[in-house]
T-cell receptor, first 107, second 112 residues
Framework: GIQVEQSPPDLILQEGANSTLRCNFS?????LQWFHQNPWGQLINLFY???GTKQNGRLSATTVATERYSLLYISSSQTTDSGVYFC?????????FGTGTSLTVIP | KAGVTQTPRYLIKTRGQQVTLSCSPI?????VSWYQQTPGQGLQFLFE???????NKGNFPGRFSGRQFSNSRSEMNVSTLELGDSALYLC???????????FGPGTRLTVL
């Protein structure tokens, strides 16, 4: 099956800092989503982004499908941004989640 | 619109028992997918249902099964529970396959 790798695995930021999370995938995909999992386990949909760039407030994402990667940008981080960020790809047959990036934002 | 709901939220079973988990999708959504999340294996795809038909299936043994009803609600069943089945089981719905998925809060299953 397809390999989905995320980096870095862990990230600690001071409140107000910016960060970039990366998702690499090993084969062509139909679409890609970014999720934030809060400490209670709820997966919250951030972006549906098979290609191109999207922005939503302090968050933005870019997917370069031809080069098989996607980036999630978090600007002016807040403590509420803490949690695990996952990318997930849809091959048409299955959904594959990445390994996740655990983000901790300290005040 | 109400979000995806899952029942029960917490469940404790013993080895050898079976369990049924329920998922109600967002109104109007006809695709439901199930995932298992464990610390060791991460998030893994179990199966996807669309219009009462299983569309795709992940690499899980036959003890894991599911179904979807005409109102798009879905259930998954795990028979002959093993300790390794302890996990957070997540359900996601979308209008149809390939569209944005929205996740429920999950059912945390503990097998003793």
């Amino acid at each position: 099956g397809i390999q989905v790798e995320q980096s870095p695995p862990d990230l600690i930021l001071q409140e107000g800092a910016n960060s970039t999370l990366r998702c690499n995938f090993s084969d062509s995909v139909n679409n890609l989503q970014w999720f934030h999992q809060n400490p209670w386990g709820q997966l919250i949909n951030l972006f549906y982004i098979p290609s191109g760039t999207k922005q939503n407030g302090r968050l933005s994402a870019t997917t370069v499908a031809t080069e098989r990667y996607s980036l999630l940008y978090i600007s002016s981080s807040q403590t509420t941004d803490s949690g695990v960020y996952f990318c997930a790809v849809d091959t048409g047959n299955q959904f594959y989640f990445g390994t996740g990036t655990s983000l901790t934002v300290i005040p | 619109k109400a979000g995806v709901t899952q029942t029960p939220r917490y469940l404790i079973k013993t080895r050898g028992q079976q369990v049924t988990l329920s998922c109600s999708p967002i109104s109007g959504h006809r695709s439901v997918s199930w995932y298992q999340q464990t610390p060791g294996q991460g998030l893994q795809f179990l199966f996807e249902y669309f219009s009462e038909t299983q569309r795709n299936k992940g690499n899980f043994p036959g003890r894991f099964s599911g179904r979807q009803f005409s109102n798009s609600r879905s259930e998954m069943n795990v028979s002959t529970l093993e300790l390794g089945d302890s996990a957070l089981y997540l359900c996601a719905s979308s209008p149809r396959p390939g569209y944005t998925q929205y996740f429920g809060p999950g059912t945390r299953l503990t097998v003793l």
